[in-house]
T-cell receptor
Framework: AQSVAQPEDQVNVAEGNPLTVKCTYS??????LFWYVQYPNRGLQFLLK??????LVKGSYGFEAEFNKSQTSFHLKKPSALVSDSALYFC?????????????FGKGTKLSVIP | EAGVAQSPRYKIIEKRQSVAFWCNPI?????LYWYQQILGQGPKLLIQ????????DSQLPKDRFSAERLKGVDSTLKIQPAKLEDSAVYLC??????????????FGPGTRLTVL
């Protein structure tokens, strides 16, 4: 069965510092990988996705993510954190081949950017 | 472009009561999903529609949950009777153009259900 692990329940970072939110996955075959952000009392907003090609994917609001096949990871990064980036971040995976068609989410990582 | 609309935003009911949630997807999106998000967890797929047909309902507790998308546009999710463990946020999402695994899902604001 496919799965996503977000090993940190919470990440704290100072405003202006780089941030990383970690994600590892398990899936049969090649993965399609997604990052979403959730602000309080709002639905999930799409940030970026990896389908194929360049391992570094650029997305909305200055976020990017790096796909590493050997480490089965897809970490979310931003060079300079903003207070407004404080939110809940979800990584998700979908199998590209014969595995489950479902989009499987991790438990989420709460990012707090400290002024 | 208008996003995914959901109503109500909040609902409080007693256990054993029934409740219904409504979703209107992004215009033109053929695929519609209902997810359950329990506090502290990621969303879990309940049911997926392609137009008005069910693609995947393997994780839908069919003894109490039902969903329909009669005209292939908006959808209703119902719980009858509700249990305490149904307290969660119910998210609706839609995607286009079809069943590609690369499709991005766009989510509505969700309905927060509290069962007392």
């Amino acid at each position: 069965a496919q799965s996503v692990a977000q090993p940190e329940d919470q990440v704290n970072v100072a405003e202006g510092n780089p941030l990383t939110v970690k994600c590892t996955y398990s899936v049969s075959g090649n993965p399609y990988l997604f990052w979403y952000v959730q602000y309080p009392n709002r639905g999930l907003q799409f940030l970026l996705k990896y389908i194929t090609g360049d391992n570094l994917v650029k997305g909305s609001y200055g976020f990017e993510a790096e796909f590493n096949k050997s480490q089965t990871s897809f970490h979310l990064k931003k060079p300079s954190a903003l207070v407004s980036d404080s939110a809940l971040y979800f990584c998700a995976v979908r199998a590209s081949g014969a595995g489950s068609y479902q989009l499987t989410f991790g438990k989420g990582t709460k990012l707090s950017v400290i002024p | 472009e208008a996003g995914v609309a959901q109503s109500p935003r909040y609902k409080i009911i007693e256990k054993r009561q029934s409740v219904a949630f409504w979703c209107n997807p992004i215009s033109g999106h053929a695929t519609l999903y209902w997810y359950q998000q329990i506090l502290g967890q990621g969303p879990k797929l309940l049911i997926q529609f392609q137009n008005n047909g069910v693609v995947d309902d393997s994780q839908l507790p069919k003894d109490r949950f039902s969903a329909e998308r009669l005209k292939g546009v908006d959808s209703t999710l119902k719980i009858q009777p509700a249990k305490l463990e149904d307290s969660a946020v119910y998210l609706c999402a839609s995607s286009s153009p079809g069943l590609a695994r690369t499709d991005t899902q766009y989510f509505g604001p969700g309905t927060r259900l509290t069962v007392l």
